[in-house]
């Protein structure tokens, strides 16, 4: 089966610097993908890519291939781009007050999605608008679609956000940290609602999250960045019961346990280099109990395991059996 998105050794540029590098991964249909690492690991960006926004932050798709449904996006006209973001890739991003507009009432705004792209009556679009909404868990869709954002909560706004990422009936959804500005005790009933929405209407998800914890519970198989390339690929039960990467292996120690004892719980040494200013070799070197010298020298290519995952280490933590 053709994968639904496939990124092949991508590259992404803002002015001089290279900030992606060499990033593949696939996402079928029906599948969710977590895309994890620490901020600057290049998270947001490769939603930028795939969204085609990089633009709006002076950046480009610098090398690479990015190829949605058989489509080469990197060589689209932007006016087919655009129809296709909001039809077919819908976007949830951070912060629900940056998709929505503060003086037009909700209604209206998730209306004009399935108006645009799918070509609705006023009419049927508020219905579809109002059945969105409820599939949503909103309490009284009706008299939330006559408010405005500024009435609502941040969990409810979030809600609204992911119903117009919905609205144009997309094949493939970008959310990128989706409840990083939510409350703790609404974070996760949004990845549940948003996950469960996913897997009932068989959509492609990709999750961008720092959150090992989530991937865990909700995704088939997790992608990990770090300094802007993949470290590696595989299928959830595997990588959590014996992660073949140490930067892995790192974030899934970082995950707090029931009944750890006080003190247990360690962060990972370091920090994740500037952009362009990143080390020869392993760019996670510095940062890596395992280092030898063949790490300092040169970056290890992406190597297929035996489970069908991918790793990119001189020194894999395990073969996968
Ligand atoms: Fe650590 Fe070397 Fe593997 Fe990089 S290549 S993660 S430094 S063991």
Redesign the pocket.
Known sequence: MTALLTLSDMGVEIGRTRLLDGVSLTLDRGEILGLVGESGSGKSLTALAITGLLPLIGGRISAGSLRFDGTELTTLPEAERRRLRGKRIGFVMQNPMTALDGVQRIGEQVDVVSRLHLGLSPDAARLRTLDLLAQLRIPEPAAVAQAYPHQLSGGMKQRIVIAMALAGEPDLIIADEPTTALDVTVQAQIIQILTQLARQRGLALLLITHDMGVVAQVCDRVAVLYAGRI?EMRAVSPIFAAPA???TAALIGCIPRAGMAPGSLHGIPGAVPTAGRYPE?????P??????D???QG??ALSRLADGGAV?????LTEAP
Request: hydrophobic fraction near 35%; glycine fraction near 4%.
């Open positions: 470290a990467h140490p930067y070799g392993c760019r996670f070197h940062r890596c109990a395992a280092a030898a063949a790490c300092r970056h290890p990119a280490c001189h020194f894999p």
